[in-house]
Each structure stands twice: as C-alpha cells, then as structure tokens.
Nanobody, 124 residues
Framework: QVQVGESGGGLVQAGGSLRLSCAAS????????MGWFRQAPGKESEPVAA???????TYYADSVKGRTTISRNNDNTMILQINSAKPQDTAIYYC??????????????????WGQGVQVTVSS
C-alpha cells in the first residue's frame, strides 16, 4: 500500500526558515515527479514547488521563487525549504507524488498520491 507522509512545519517567525520533509513508500511503488501544494484558509489549493524524477528539473511558484529550494533523494524522500518566511506562507502543505509523469509539474491532476498535510504557521 502506498504511503505518502509529511513532517516538519509548525510555527515559524516571519523572516525565518521552514523545512518540510516528505517520504513516499509502499511495495513496488516508484514516485516519479514529486511536488508540494498548499492551501491557506479560505483559499484554493496552489502549487508551491515540484521536482522531476531525477531531480534535475524543478518548478517554483512565483510566490516562493528565489527563497525556496526543493530537492529529493534516492530513497524517495523530498525536502522543501522556504527561507525568509512570510505570513502569506501560512497554509497546510501537502506532499504529492506521481506514478505517470517524470517532469516537474505544477498541475495537481498530475499527482496520484497525496499526503495528509502538515500545518505551517508564519507569525508576523
């Protein structure tokens, strides 16, 4: 059974850094593209960042570009680090994996396995 789980998050002061981890596992499951999405209260889900299967291709939303790094390891784990955190980064962050797409993608339909989400709160 495929399992995707996030860790990290919590309360961060504005200007600080937040680091989220994602681990994907389960049988013969091989996550190809992996990505992060977030949903703030009262808003729709939006893509944050994504990384391709081999880690060579990445995508960043304009809202986090320049202060965010996404990376993945050979053990199907993924890291998201956002520096210079802003109150606007407050949201539930979801890890997502795809078994069909190898390139970094910001489209949610690309992803077929999702984590439960982790709360990130950035205080001003």
């Amino acid at each position: 059974q495929v399992q995707v789980g996030e860790s990290g998050g919590g309360l961060v002061q504005a200007g600080g850094s937040l680091r989220l981890s994602c681990a994907a596992s389960g049988g013969s499951f091989t996550p190809l593209a992996m990505g992060w999405f977030r949903q703030a209260p009262g808003k729709e889900s939006e893509p944050v960042a994504a990384v391709s299967w081999h880690g060579s291709n990445t995508y960043y939303a304009d809202s986090v570009k320049g202060r965010t790094t996404i990376s993945r390891n050979n053990d199907n784990t993924m890291i998201l680090q956002i520096n210079s955190a802003k109150p606007q980064d407050t949201a539930i962050y979801y890890c997502a994996t795809s078994t069909t797409t190898v390139n970094a993608s910001y489209g949610s339909p690309t992803y077929d396995h999702w984590g439960q989400g982790v709360q990130v709160t950035v205080s001003s």
